[in-house]
């Protein structure tokens, strides 16, 4: 079983629209918690870190259920430039990130 | 914005040439990481470093190097790069927190 699990897209949204990605990870233990966002040939680039508490950034927020193990990242208001590969990542013991697959989002007007 | 150089930026070489792809900061971070991604594929690590003189191998096999003989410095080598090499590479590296700051990537295609 891989050690971060997305939904696996594509999501296809209208400008304007909320969605939201959720996100499984395998090991209890885990530490820390973020969401990347990839943009196509390009290098993945911090969003958000994910805090227990539940944290929002403009249109975007971000959840942690510790108890079911699973993260979630809600956009509100879709952007044209919201389109892009959204990484769900887990870090267990503070040197490497577990990356998931990423969870492509495309939104069209 | 994250201070990470690479270079270069693209690479097209003949199989058995070797070749090093440099990876730079100025962030003073002490922790260094190389990724290796194909097109619509996940990352995998294949080094890191805690910090000076110290490397590790990550999760995926690669047939590269590294180094960290200075904090700022994490270059890549390949002694005798194959077609199977093709792919980007990307370097990060981190402070004292847990994010990691990727540089832009080197797109190497092996012929």
């Known amino acids: 079983r891989k050690e971060v699990e997305q939904d696996p897209g594509p999501f296809n949204v209208p400008e304007g629209a909320t969605v939201a990605f959720n996100c499984t990870y395998s090991?209890?233990?885990?530490?820390?918690f973020f969401w990347y966002r990839q943009d196509c040939r390009k290098e993945p680039k911090l969003l958000m870190s994910?805090?227990?508490s539940g944290n929002e950034d403009g249109r975007f927020t971000a959840q942690l259920n510790r108890a079911s193990q699973y993260i979630s990242l809600l956009i509100r208001d879709s952007k044209l430039s919201d389109s892009a590969t959204y990484l769900c990542v887990v870090t267990l013991s503070g040197y490497a990130l577990n990356f998931g697959k990423g969870t492509s989002l495309l939104v069209t007007p | 914005e994250a201070d990470i150089y690479q270079t270069p930026r693209y690479l097209v070489i003949g199989t058995g040439k070797k070749i090093t792809l440099e990876c730079s900061q100025t962030m003073g971070h002490d922790k260094m990481y190389w990724y290796q991604q194909d097109p619509g594929m996940e990352l995998h690590l294949i080094h890191y470093s805690y910090g000076v003189n110290s490397t590790e191998k990550g999760d995926l096999s690669s047939e590269s190097t590294v180094s960290r003989i200075r904090t700022e410095h994490f270059p890549l080598t390949l002694e005798s790069a194959r077609p199977s090499h093709t792919s980007q590479y990307l370097c990060a590296s981190s402070g004292g927190g847990n994010e990691q700051f990727f540089g832009p990537g080197t797109r190497l295609t092996v012929l």
């Open positions: 090991n209890s233990a885990s530490q820390s």
């Open positions: 994910v805090y227990s």
